[in-house]
C-alpha cells in the first residue's frame, strides 16, 4: 500500500513562494509518475502538475505554467512543487498523488494533503 505525505504549506502574502514536499512510501520500490492536485472551498478538486518516474518529463494544468514548477528527487524519494508569484486564487489545500493514468489520472486514495493560504 502505498502512502503519500504533502507538507510545505502555509499562510503567504500574495506576491510570495513556497515550495510543497511529497515524500512517497511504496512497500516494493517502484517509481511512478506522481502529480499535484489543489481543491478550493466549495470546488471540485483539480489537477495541478505531475511528473514522470524519473523527472524526465512533466505537465502543467494551463493556469499552473510559469508561477509552478514541479520537480523530484529519486534518491529521497520526494516530489516538490514550487509556487512562485503566488494569487489569493492559489489558497487551495495542496495533494498529491501517484498518477496511474499519464498525465492528469490520480491512483490511490487521498491523503490529509497541505493547506496554502494567500492573504491579498
Known amino acids: 500500500q502505498e502512502w503519500l505525505e504533502a507538507s510545505g504549506g502555509g499562510l503567504v502574502q500574495a506576491g510570495g513562494s513556497l515550495r510543497l514536499s511529497c515524500v512517497i512510501s511504496i512497500p516494493s520500490y517502484t517509481p511512478w509518475a506522481v502529480g499535484w492536485f489543489r481543491q478550493a472551498p466549495g470546488l471540485e478538486r483539480e489537477f495541478v502538475a505531475a511528473?514522470?518516474?524519473?523527472?524526465?518529463?512533466?505537465h502543467y494544468a494551463d493556469f499552473a505554467k510559469g508561477r509552478f514548477t514541479i520537480s523530484r528527487d529519486v534518491a529521497v524519494n520526494t516530489v516538490y512543487l514550487q509556487i512562485d508569484s503566488l494569487e489569493p486564487e492559489d489558497t487551495a489545500v495542496y495533494y498529491c498523488?501517484?498518477?496511474?493514468?499519464?498525465?492528469?489520472?490520480?491512483?490511490?486514495?487521498w491523503g490529509q494533503g497541505t493547506q496554502v493560504t494567500v492573504s491579498s
Open positions: 511528473i514522470t518516474r524519473f523527472g524526465k518529463m512533466t
Open positions: 498523488n501517484l498518477i496511474d493514468k499519464w498525465p492528469v489520472t490520480p491512483k490511490g486514495s
